[in-house]
């Protein structure tokens, strides 16, 4: 992470702008406001134990308002008291059998209490954690446990055989009888332990990246100058836990002294159940769940959140206009990735203005688009995304993986322009771009021609080698139930509206996109890559 300005008095001038701007959102939202003088001497001597971290988050809950559900799962509520008594118990027993300071826990597990909680007991004993996809395979899962050598992994009943045999395993049984261990409380932690959050792996095997601890409520601050979330919101986390965004999604819900709602699978006819049910204000999801939700034909049945906010993939600019004419102008999209955090929001209002943006940076973020030598280009003209701001990663898990810095700033391998109103649009990732017979060719925009056709459900344009040419783009195309749309109808849509060399001279149907749990596409997966 060389070349990144973290100089004392900048790093301290930062925190305290940042922690200053988030106290006003806070304020407006509702979170702070007067408190019991011996709630909030507990509560502080939590956050004084335990610092900005989930165990300190919980404590001060837990001090704050004990009765207070902070999980609705499918075994029931757990106010915060109960979840802060849990995890006490359960630190201790992690602490009998060797987790502390400097070991490592896995976490593989749907979205329920066990991953919150296994979250919670990590950060009292300053114990790092791993977030695993659920999607991973035998040989991912043994490969990453011995990078990152895992001490202990606690784990879903349905993933715990996959989970290797010489690493020691919890399951959902064990885990919760962890919550029975008496004793005094584990010391305090001299340090806070590193959330872990792995990429995506669209290439390959993911790799680790360490997120930093929490020294300043900046991020917050930052999110809540566009998603208007309030204190006590209930907010169902749809997106996995595991991933940037629904762990994100954790933190503020938190914050706010909010409800967690969870559910261990999506499926779109249950969200709508369960907003109602629940009384669900906020959903935090991945596009390809608003996309699902939109397809079912229904609109809310009573209850109406304020806020959809998605991120994790691109969001489609034609679903951001059915979606919110159905549902009413409740969608926020955050562009971002697990070693940037966030780069832009797009408010509802963005969306209707300029459909397909990935929106604009929220406060106290830098947002720059340069070209190949490092220099800023004008609105309209496509570079490279580069981004700072209050919650850079630390680095990579994996030796000799490096990111490109200019100027203090990340970049996120992406390419895109900025609009006249400060808007960011996407063209792609800077790695997707092909070279056709000379041509550079973006896929990103293809994409946008072909999904704008009524008949198409969602398409991947990628690209493939070809002898003639070096390589040439290929569509696969998922078609809604009765379309009519044949090969040369998807090229004609290109070939409307866009150069000859970007019309992809491979068309191919498919009943469905492979993606990972966080609805990017497996590009490695579709039929004919290399």
Same mark, same amino acid.
């Given at each position: 992470?060389?070349?990144?300005?973290?100089?004392?008095?900048?790093?301290?001038?930062?925190?305290?702008?940042?922690?200053?701007?988030?106290?006003?959102?806070?304020?407006?939202?509702?979170?702070?406001?007067?408190?019991?003088?011996?709630?909030?001497?507990?509560?502080?001597?939590?956050?004084?134990?335990?610092?900005?971290?989930?165990?300190?988050?919980?404590?001060?809950?837990?001090?704050?308002?004990?009765?207070?559900?902070?999980?609705?799962?499918?075994?029931?509520?757990?106010?915060?008291?109960?979840?802060?008594?849990?995890?006490?118990?359960?630190?201790?027993?992690?602490?009998?059998?060797?987790?502390?300071?400097?070991?490592?826990?896995?976490?593989?597990?749907?979205?329920?209490?066990?991953?919150?909680?296994?979250?919670?007991?990590?950060?009292?004993?300053?114990?790092?954690?791993?977030?695993?996809?659920?999607?991973?395979?035998?040989?991912?899962?043994?490969?990453? *446990?011995?990078?990152?050598?895992?001490?202990?992994?606690?784990?879903?009943?349905?993933?715990?055989?996959?989970?290797?045999?010489?690493?020691?395993?919890? =399951?959902?049984?064990?885990?919760?009888?962890?919550?029975?261990?008496?004793?005094?409380?584990? *010391?305090?932690?001299?340090?806070?332990?590193?959330?872990?959050?792995?990429?995506?792996?669209?290439?390959?095997?993911?790799?680790?990246?360490?997120?930093?601890?929490?020294?300043?409520?900046?991020?917050?601050?930052?999110?809540?100058?566009?998603?208007?979330?309030?204190?006590?919101?209930?907010?169902?986390?749809?997106?996995?836990?595991?991933?940037?965004?629904?762990?994100?999604?954790?933190?503020?819900?938190?914050?706010?002294?909010?409800?967690?709602?969870?559910?261990?699978?999506?499926?779109?006819?249950?969200?709508?159940?369960?907003?109602?049910?629940?009384?669900?204000?906020?959903?935090?999801?991945?596009?390809?769940?608003?996309?699902?939700?939109?397809?079912?034909?229904?609109?809310?049945?009573?209850?109406? /959140?304020?806020?959809?906010?998605?991120?994790?993939?691109?969001?489609?600019? =034609?679903?951001?206009?059915?979606?919110?004419?159905?549902?009413?102008?409740?969608?926020?999209?955050?562009?971002?990735?697990?070693?940037?955090?966030?780069?832009?929001?797009?408010?509802?209002?963005?969306?209707?203005?300029?459909?397909?943006?990935?929106?604009?940076?929220?406060?106290?973020?830098?947002?720059?688009?340069?070209?190949?030598?490092?220099?800023?280009?004008?609105?309209?003209?496509?570079?490279?995304?580069?981004?700072?701001?209050?919650?850079?990663?630390?680095?990579?898990?994996?030796?000799?993986?490096?990111?490109?810095?200019?100027?203090?700033?990340?970049?996120?391998?992406?390419?895109?322009?900025?609009?006249?109103? =400060?808007?960011?649009?996407?063209?792609?990732?800077?790695?997707?771009?092909?070279?056709?017979?000379?041509?550079?060719?973006?896929?990103?925009?293809?994409?946008?021609?072909?999904?704008?056709?009524?008949?198409?459900?969602?398409?991947?344009?990628?690209?493939?080698?070809?002898?003639?040419?070096?390589?040439?783009?290929?569509?696969?195309?998922?078609?809604?139930? =009765?379309?009519?749309?044949?090969?040369?109808?998807?090229?004609?849509?290109?070939?409307?509206?866009?150069?000859?060399? *970007?019309?992809?001279?491979?068309?191919?149907?498919?009943?469905?996109?492979?993606?990972?749990?966080?609805?990017?596409?497996?590009?490695?997966?579709? /039929?004919?890559?290399?």
């Amino acid at each position: 992470m060389a070349g990144v300005d973290s100089s004392p008095l900048r790093t301290a001038l930062g925190s305290a702008l940042g922690t200053s701007r988030a106290l006003v959102a806070l304020t407006r939202s509702g979170v702070v406001r007067p408190i019991r003088p011996d709630r909030l001497v507990q509560g502080l001597a939590g956050l004084a134990r335990y610092r900005l971290t989930l165990a300190g988050g919980y404590a001060f809950g837990a001090a704050r308002h004990p009765e207070r559900p902070a999980v609705v799962d499918d075994a029931g509520t757990l106010t915060y008291a109960e979840l802060h008594t849990r995890t006490g118990g359960m630190a201790r027993g992690l602490a009998r059998r060797g987790v502390g300071e400097g070991t490592r826990i896995g976490v593989l597990c749907r979205n329920h209490r066990t991953p919150v909680e296994a979250m919670v007991t990590a950060s009292t004993l300053g114990a790092d954690v791993v977030l695993l996809n659920t999607g991973l395979s035998p040989d991912q899962l043994a490969e990453i *446990a011995d990078e990152l050598d895992l001490h202990t992994v606690i784990a879903d009943d349905e993933f715990r055989d996959l989970v290797p045999a010489d690493r020691t395993v919890l =399951g959902e049984a064990e885990f919760e009888a962890l919550a029975d261990t008496p004793g005094p409380a584990p *010391a305090r932690p001299r340090r806070e332990g590193r959330m872990i959050v792995l990429t995506s792996g669209t290439t390959g095997t993911p790799k680790g990246a360490r997120r930093p601890p929490i020294s300043n409520l900046g991020p917050a601050a930052a999110i809540l100058s566009v998603i208007p979330l309030r204190a006590a919101d209930r907010v169902l986390i749809a997106a996995p836990l595991f991933h940037t965004w629904g762990n994100a999604g954790l933190l503020l819900t938190l914050l706010q002294g909010g409800t967690l709602v969870l559910r261990r699978r999506f499926d779109p006819e249950d969200v709508l159940d369960t907003v109602e049910e629940q009384d669900v204000q906020v959903i935090i999801a991945v596009p390809v769940m608003a996309q699902r939700l939109h397809e079912t034909g229904r609109g809310w049945r009573g209850r109406r /959140p304020r806020i959809v906010a998605v991120s994790g993939s691109a969001l489609p600019s =034609g679903l951001a206009l059915d979606f919110m004419d159905r549902y009413g102008d409740c969608l926020y999209n955050l562009y971002g990735s697990t070693e940037v955090s966030w780069v832009s929001i797009a408010s509802p209002r963005d969306l209707r203005e300029a459909p397909g943006t990935a929106g604009r940076a929220p406060v106290g973020t830098v947002l720059r688009i340069l070209d190949d030598d490092g220099r800023a280009v004008p609105p309209g003209t496509d570079g490279r995304v580069f981004v700072g701001n209050d919650m850079p990663f630390e680095g990579y898990t994996r030796p000799g993986t490096e990111i490109e810095i200019h100027d203090g700033l990340i970049g996120t391998g992406d390419l895109g322009h900025l609009d006249d109103a =400060g808007r960011l649009h996407l063209t792609g990732r800077g790695d997707d771009m092909i070279v056709s017979g000379g041509e550079n060719v973006h896929p990103g925009p293809v994409e946008d021609l072909i999904a704008a056709d009524a008949g198409v459900r969602e398409v991947a344009v990628v690209g493939v080698s070809d002898e003639r040419f070096g390589q040439r783009l290929a569509a696969y195309v998922v078609l809604h139930p =009765g379309a009519d749309l044949d090969e040369d109808g998807v090229r004609e849509l290109v070939r409307a509206k866009a150069a000859r060399f *970007a019309v992809p001279r491979d068309v191919v149907f498919l009943d469905e996109l492979p993606r990972n749990q966080t609805g990017k596409v497996l590009s490695r997966e579709l /039929p004919g890559r290399d």
